[in-house]
């Protein structure tokens, strides 16, 4: 909760917010918008619960026109460690990114939703230790993910832009299994400039 103790300066431009886990927290700023104020508050290993319980510290006093939410891996990266947990690990990951959607639009901010990232592949060494219940509960959660679009909330489907033919990160876009690298950021922020001008 300190991560972000310090209120923000008051800004005179729209400010926008990137909001989530590491995946948020390693998002650069957009070149493609000008006039803004882009303030990042993702924390690395950051749980959709933990996410939701640090919002209205982190993000509502910000006051932001737009909010961008990246969040879900760390709960559903669980699951080959408790696959007997699967289902509520599951549920209770959509049922926190519909609180934390819920918690931006009542700040008054257009909310950009973007879909789990996908995986990337694991090294051979760490395969036998794989599930691949991940990947089915990353397309679960996506897919529960589309249905939260309104017409304060942008679904942005980051697969569009990052997966290859067989469904996993493009390597060219790849840190690590779980990560971008800057080239995958180049090509997020290119393809979510419109969505992500305020209005």
């Not at 947990?85 to 519909?98: L, P, T, W």
């Not at 918690?103 to 694991?122: D, K």
């Not at 942008?154 to 469904?167: K, M, P």
Request: aromatic share 8%; proline share 7%; hydrophobic share 40%.
């Amino acid at each position: 909760m300190n991560a972000y103790s310090s209120p923000a300066e008051e800004s005179n431009q729209p400010v926008i917010v990137f909001y989530g886990d590491s995946r948020a927290a390693a998002w650069p700023v957009p070149e493609q918008i000008r006039n803004v104020t882009v303030i990042n508050h993702g924390i690395g290993y950051q749980t959709t619960a933990k996410v939701l319980g640090r919002f209205r510290q982190h993000v509502a006093p910000l006051k932001p026109k737009v909010i961008v939410i990246q969040v879900g891996t760390n709960d559903l990266r669980t699951i080959p460690l408790f696959p007997d947990q699967k289902e509520m690990i599951i549920g209770n990951c959509k049922a926190n990114i519909k609180q934390i959607v819920n918690l931006s639009l009542e700040t008054g901010a257009r909310v950009v939703l973007t879909t789990i990232f996908p995986p990337g592949t694991l090294p051979i060494v760490n395969r036998p230790f794989a599930s691949d219940d991940l990947a089915a509960a990353i397309k679960d959660v996506n897919a529960y993910i589309e249905t939260l679009e309104s017409n304060r909330v942008t679904v942005f489907d980051t697969s569009r832009v990052l997966a290859n033919s067989q469904g996993t990160v493009n390597p060219k876009y790849s840190r690590d299994f779980l990560h971008l690298n800057k080239e995958g950021y180049a090509v997020l922020n290119q393809a979510m400039a419109d969505i992500l001008r305020p209005q």
